[in-house]
């Protein structure tokens, strides 16, 4: 007789046969999106009914980082598998840089192209604006988006951003510029319908979208229909409007009958941008934002639905990390990981179904071409004590370093160090040995 515990175990031992082939990926990216930001993260007046509805049928991570407080490194890391250190790509790139995502990393599309997909971006690139670092040169099929952030524009705009040094910003379509200084309260709503033509063209074969937001990043913009509605003024239009979107791309995916054949992942990139004050967003109960390696700077919201395969409504607790998607997605679509190369990610997909609850995890907290925290359970210890810094702010190097439980005290408040030398010592021996096994890329800037 088949009791409980052992079909529970016969569960358990299953393979992912519940995943159907080679499903299509729409990975959503926001930008300096913050914990707090969403209604289903807790915010009390951003109204994102999409993205609940997203949570509400899907899996909500609260232990979720980005390898990077600012753009390019997430950015990087994500697409990589990688901590940015690896690929070079620790900086944020400026229209004064002459760098890139360098031509020796095998990024996500490369690896789901191999594996017969189709592969389109949309969105904010940051990876090198130059023509031989422009996504249609690192594996996706099409593009269309601006090569790097909306302030890096002469315009200024609302929250700032903006200066007469920048070159008129480019809208580019593939590798080519078709506009420069675009109308940026349209950008959401044109971003979103070449999303939705990528996934109406992509019935003959898998498709992996790559939609990388430009808002609610400053200069703040909203389109009419947002414009002025949100209770939380002009961050919470732009959000709505991202929701509005996301919400565009899950009634598509279901009128083209793809629903239950699509994994969608909705995060971002980094903390929100505490110094815009009512620009910026809310990192919840986290400490500092974008800039930090405090939790506001890194921990992100994430969302995942894949209907049939991804239990609805789950909350998981399982420690995971942009770069944990390269082989997640790779596991998914049948594709074999490249090899020669140190990932960093792992393959989360167990969890995504539902099968495992994640295994402890160490998770180095990185800023620029330094390393400044790990985490592993639920202890944190810092090296560094650092604000808020882009644009740079003191960073003050701890003499003793500082520990904390980020389960019980996920802001970050008590410094228990004092109280568990033991840890202290273990923590400080990961990060050391970390540092003298990392390959660092030449630095990309
Ligand atoms: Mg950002």
């Given at each position: 007789m088949l009791t409980r515990r052992s079909f529970t175990q016969l569960l358990a031992a299953a393979p992912l046969a519940a995943a159907p082939r080679r499903p299509n990926i729409v990975m959503i990216y926001a930008d300096d999106l913050g914990y707090g930001d969403l209604g289903c993260y807790g915010h009390p007046t951003i109204r994102t009914p999409n993205l609940d509805r997203m949570a509400a049928e899907g899996m909500k991570f609260t232990e979720w980082y980005s390898a990077a407080p600012v753009c390019t490194p997430s950015r990087a890391a994500l697409l990589t598998g990688r901590y940015p250190v690896r690929s070079g790509l620790t900086r944020v790139l400026f229209p004064s840089s002459n760098g890139g995502m360098p031509d020796s990393e095998v990024i996500i599309p490369q690896i789901l192209k191999g594996a017969g997909y189709r592969t389109a971006m949309v969105g904010k690139w940051h990876l090198g604006h130059l023509p031989r670092y422009l996504p249609v040169k690192h594996g996706f099929d099409s593009y269309f988006g601006l090569?790097?952030?909306?302030?890096?524009?002469p315009t200024r705009g609302p929250g700032g951003g903006g200066g007469p040094k920048n070159p008129p910003l480019p809208l580019i379509q593939d590798d080519k510029v078709i506009e420069t200084e675009p109308d940026q309260s349209r950008l959401t709503e044109r971003y979103t319908e070449h999303a939705l033509k990528t996934i109406r063209g992509s019935k003959d074969k898998p498709f992996f979208l790559y939609f990388a937001h430009t808002f609610p990043h400053v200069p703040l913009y909203a389109g009419a229909r947002f414009r002025g509605k949100s209770p939380r003024g002009l961050y919470g239009d732009a959000v709505e409007e991202v929701d509005w979107s996301v919400g565009q791309i899950l009634a598509t995916l279901k009128q083209t009958g793809q629903d239950r054949n699509t994994l969608v992942v909705f995060s971002s990139d980094n903390g929100p941008w505490l110094p815009r004050g009512e620009y910026g967003g809310s990192a919840g109960l986290h400490r500092e934002g974008k800039g930090s390696t405090w939790e506001g700077g890194m921990k992100e919201p994430c969302l995942a639905r894949f209907p049939g395969f991804i239990p609805a409504g789950k909350v998981s607790t399982a420690h995971g990390n942009m770069m944990d998607w390269l082989p997640t997605f790779a596991k998914l679509a049948g594709a074999p990981l490249h090899t020669g190369v140190a990932l960093d990610g792992q393959d989360m997909s167990p969890v995504l179904a539902g099968r495992s609850e994640g295994s402890e995890r160490v998770f180095f907290y990185w800023n620029a071409d330094d390393l400044r925290a790990v985490r592993k359970g639920p202890w944190k210890l810092h090296t560094v004590t650092n604000t808020t810094e882009f644009p740079p702010a003191k960073v003050t190097r701890l003499d003793q370093p500082a520990l904390y439980n980020v389960l019980n005290d996920p802001s970050e408040k008590y410094d228990v160090a004092a109280a568990h030398p033991d840890i202290v010592a273990e923590l400080l021996a990961l990060m050391k040995e970390h540092q003298a096994a990392i390959q660092q890329a030449p630095k990309q800037r």
């Open positions: 090569p790097y952030s909306n302030d890096m524009t």
